[in-house]
């Protein structure tokens, strides 16, 4: 049922039920917040979005109000101003003034806000937090003095991704954000996935820098800095600039980072192929036994593999074993340089371009070090990559494309298909489907159900046994269906992608930051519509990887390698 509502003298359409806020948005009506997010209840804690109704003795926080008939609103009187240009200038007041320095300059909702309010001067002074700053962890840095007390972090930890690595502590004007027995995000439950960062309007939660080291072994003589691209980097990057298949985002990726010194480019597709055919092959073997009754799920994501360390450790002996894309390549570019560096007396020294802050943690993992070295020795977010566009003067739509090097210089599309939810298990089904039926023409149709949700299912018909594909992003969807599996007892699911971050890769914690929903959506299409643009269709079509595989896996020290292992993590929760 809809019926008109008064909105600063014009009449305005509303749902019965309809929550104040969000009817004035829908009819274009500018109102700010800070704590307010889509989808979760609302808490009214920073209480900007204040309206003056008629027949209210109070200002009334619109985003916790439901609209009524008859009902006449201002957004904009006097008194709605002042009283919004007041809680500002309080947030400011003990905000600390490097704005200069600050990861989000320029990027930050509260200077948004301060410069709309018309805020000139400090009029309140307050003490400035002294908490410590957190850089603990390899992926997220915290900043407490920056943090507004918004809750937004606070919330999509716990009710996204059900970690709760941080919470309010203390109360009153001491409350503050903190991780358990205010020790640092390293020994937390914090799975490195950057959906606080995300989310965060100000500078207290920003990613942990790799542009400095970066920047230094490109200019040292004495480094072979080698770098490996991600595809699902590529369709971010070209949804940012708004770029086309046509015009080749990757060749201008490669063009960019060889103009900043990279010796070498690589296409971190390739190894998504390798990944693809190992998990399809590791499942292709978990079928033939008769005993197992459980499904496999995917390794690719390293804060879903956190995740499952941590809460989940019944399922790790179901979790492929199989290194991630960023990992296999890291350890085959290491392999494949070393000679050349060494021949020109410098150090090999290799960097990821990934859409996700926790591929810093897994960069760092155990398993992914060989005699204290690393397979990945640095990894940069979308974010850094722009922000380096601009340190070295580079305007990415000038260049001519450029080519990946050899050998690793072209891949199927099936490294986009990784790129967004739902896109692995496509891709693993459909290579499945090679290594019992072969390069058959008619192979089965791989077509995901239409329903709302981050989890979906589908069955195919491949040789004489029926399979069952799910994918499911974000660990809170993940977690559902993991109880569901195990309650139901659920025998048809056989293999399970799982992205930590909703939407997938697309919605990584290492995306430009954005304030509107569902920009992985669009993401997701980029990806699709660069996918398409390709001509080797499957991973099966990759021969090069293939041939390079058979020779690796004819040795059983190169076969371990390309293997890993997890193993329960005790940490502070």
């Not at 980072?257 to 597709?269: A, E, S, T, W």
């Not at 956190?306 to 979790?319: C, L, N, Q, R, T």
């Not at 340190?391 to 072209?410: C, Q, T, W």
């Amino acid at each position: 049922m809809s019926f008109n509502i008064q909105v600063n003298n014009k009449p305005v359409e509303v749902h019965e039920g309809e929550i104040l806020l969000n009817a004035l948005r829908r009819n274009g009506i500018k109102i700010p917040t800070l704590c307010y997010m889509h989808g979760f209840t609302p808490s009214g804690a920073c209480r900007l979005c204040v309206v003056e109704i008629d027949g209210k003795r109070d200002l009334v926080t619109s985003c916790a109000y439901p609209v009524e008939p008859e009902m006449v609103v201002k957004t904009n009187s006097a008194r709605v101003i002042k009283a919004r240009k007041s809680l500002v200038e309080m947030l400011l007041s003990n905000h600390p003034d490097d704005c200069l320095y600050c990861e989000r300059n320029g990027n930050c909702e509260l200077q948004w806000l301060a410069e709309e309010m018309n805020i000139k001067e400090r009029k309140y002074f307050s003490s400035k937090r002294s908490d410590k700053r957190d850089h603990s962890s390899p992926s997220v840095y915290r900043d407490p003095a920056k943090c507004i007390l918004c809750s937004r972090c606070v919330r999509v930890c716990e009710e996204v991704q059900l970690v709760t690595a941080i919470e309010f502590i203390s109360r009153a004007d001491k409350t503050s954000v903190n991780s358990a027995f205010s020790k640092g995000l390293n020994i937390s439950s914090c799975i490195n996935c950057g959906q606080c960062i995300m989310v965060c309007p100000t500078g207290a939660l920003v990613d942990i820098s790799h542009i400095e080291k970066v920047q230094s072994a490109l200019a040292s003589d004495k480094k072979y800095p080698v770098a490996f691209l991600s595809p699902a980097f590529v369709a971010s990057v070209s949804d940012h600039f708004n770029l086309k298949p046509s015009d080749k985002p990757a060749g201008l990726i490669i063009a960019a980072l060889k103009n900043m010194g990279f010796r070498k480019v690589y296409d971190l597709g390739w190894a998504v192929d390798m990944n693809i055919h190992l998990e399809a092959s590791l499942l292709l073997e978990r079928s033939k036994k008769k005993d197992t009754v459980t499904p496999l799920f995917s390794s690719c994501c390293p804060a879903w593999i956190k995740y499952a360390e941590e809460f989940v450790p019944e399922m790790i002996s179901d979790i492929s074993t199989v290194k991630s894309p960023q990992q296999l390549m890291g350890y085959i570019v290491k392999n494949h340089e070393k000679a050349e560096a060494e021949k020109k007396k410098q150090q090999l020294y290799t960097v990821s371009l990934m859409a996700c802050v926790a591929n810093k943690f897994e960069g760092s993992r155990e398993g992914n070090t060989r005699k204290g070295e690393s397979e990945v020795d640095a990894t940069l977010t979308i974010r850094e990559f722009l922000k380096m566009l601009r340190s070295y003067g580079i305007n990415l739509l000038r260049f001519d494309p450029v080519i990946a090097d050899n050998p690793f210089d072209h891949s199927s599309a099936a490294g986009y298909q990784v790129s967004y939810s739902g896109g692995k298990a496509e891709a693993v089904a459909m290579h499945l489907n090679h290594l019992i039926n072969g390069e058959k023409k008619n192979g089965p149709k791989f077509t995901p159900p239409k329903n709302p949700g981050s989890k979906k299912e589908v069955k195919l018909s491949i040789g004489k046994q029926e399979f069952g594909f799910a994918w499911v992003s974000g660990i809170g969807e993940a977690q559902k269906y993991f109880d569901q599996l195990v309650t139901e007892k659920r025998k048809d699911i056989h293999y399970v992608e799982v992205m930590a971050c909703p939407g997938g890769c697309a919605g990584g914690g290492g995306q430009p930051v954005y304030y509107f929903q569902d920009k992985h959506k669009a993401r997701k299409k980029t990806g699709q519509d660069l996918e398409k643009s390709l001509k080797s269709r499957k991973p099966s079509q990759n021969i090069h990887m293939l041939e390079y595989l058979n020779v690796r896996l004819a040795r059983k020290e190169e076969k371990d390698v390309l293997q890993t292992r997890f193993k329960q993590r005790d940490v502070i929760k």
